[in-house]
């Protein structure tokens, strides 16, 4: 058997799913960036930047 003979096509469907999932991932990983950040700077203070 060679290599990709066994792939599966998507229908249109799943692909709109998997998009939106993709979509809702990467969404939720920058909103923790963005707390995880602001956590940071809170926690250190403004002093933080002054060195």
Known sequence: MAM???FVELTEKQKKA???RSLAIGIALAAL???FYV???VKFGP???NG
């Open 4 to 6: 990709g003979e066994d």
């Open 18 to 20: 998997r998009r939106s």
């Open 33 to 35: 960036v963005v707390l």
């Open 39 to 41: 956590a940071t700077i």
């Open 47 to 49: 002093h933080f930047f």
